[in-house]
């Protein structure tokens, strides 16, 4: 069976065109459900199997979101079985996956992102580099991997910039003013000593030290580095200034399908749980809006 794992790996990755985070997720789900199984002795993979699995996920205190995204992974997994004529019949037709806990997206307040895009020193090259990362990050929404898959080619002269996002799909995302003018004082200032650190050069706009394309998981490290410097209490990753931008964007009043567009999200659905508003601004536009809303001695 690993034969046929393998297959639909290469299928997940050159027809799905998957990312590599759901191919490695995928992958690892099937294999989880192929070992239990093995463990159990079963010799036909039927509906009440993988009922006995979704019951033993349970039993292992598994998050509900996660026993979504493995019955979706076995879902892909035996139609791909089925149509190549493996299996004569899905297992998984019937199952239904528990529905996913919807918590509001982690997202900063304006002086809070304030303070951390004026945290780099920008007396140093990793500096003004870094405060153009945070720039780019909150000013566009773009997906980390997004992030450091730029190369300098792609920041032309206007504010546009085109990006390759999930399932190979290409969007373009709008630069600020603030982040137009970071991105020019790196590429004078920062990037040349970078690139200066390696003999093999890139294209690549974000350098590391060693003047190689910078990872995400660098970049990761490098906005926590900066989150620690401005707070002790903030818990934040760099998928929350993606979480930051589209709030912004919507509490300012931006449409929701213009977010959605920029965000790159194929749903609305998906990009409506950044409606939320915080308590402050809805007690503000109600005390603007409703005519009863404020106090006698306010109105006199």
């Keep these: 069976m690993e034969k046929e794992v393998d297959r639909f790996i290469d299928h997940l990755k050159i027809v799905k065109r998957a990312s590599e985070h759901t191919v490695r997720s995928y992958s690892s789900d099937v294999l989880q459900f192929i070992a239990f199984a093995r463990e159990a002795d ?11 699995f979704l019951a033993h996920l349970q039993r292992q205190g598994c998050a509900r979101s996660s026993v979504a995204r493995k019955i979706a992974a076995l879902r892909e997994f035996f139609r791909f079985l089925v149509r190549k004529g493996i299996i004569q019949e899905d297992p998984t037709v019937g199952v239904v996956a528990p529905r996913r806990e919807r918590k509001l997206p982690k997202f900063l307040g304006s002086n809070q992102i304030e303070m951390l895009l ?11 580099r870094d405060r153009a990362i945070l720039e780019v990050l909150y000013a566009t929404g773009l997906r980390v991997s997004e992030l450091v898959s730029l ?11 085109r990006t390759i996002g999930k399932g190979s799909k290409e969007r373009i995302v709008l630069l600020g ?17 970078l690139a200066a650190e390696t003999k093999s050069p890139t294209d690549a706009l974000f350098l590391n030290y060693r003047g190689t394309r910078l990872t995400a998981r660098s970049v990761g490290r490098i906005v926590d580095h900066y989150v620690q410097s401005v707070s002790d209490s903030l818990k934040i990753s760099p998928h929350t200034l993606r979480h930051t931008f589209a709030t912004h964007m919507l509490s300012g009043g931006a449409d929701l399908r213009a977010v959605q567009e920029l965000l790159g999200h194929t749903s609305a ?3 409506q749980i950044y409606t939320h508003v915080t308590k402050e601004r809805l007690k503000e536009v109600y005390d603007k809006a409703h005519p009863r809303a404020k106090s006698e001695e306010s109105n006199q």
Excluded: C, F, M
């Design 151 to 161: 190369d300098v080619e792609d920041i032309g002269q206007s504010d546009e910039i």
């Design 42 to 52: 079963v010799e036909q993979w039927d509906y009440p199997v993988i009922r006995r």
């Design 118 to 128: 004026q945290a780099p020193d920008l007396t140093t090259p990793i500096g003004l």
């Design 177 to 193: 003013r603030a982040a137009r003018e970071a991105i020019a004082d790196y590429i004078a200032k920062g990037r040349n000593e």
């Design 269 to 271: 659905a998906t990009t």
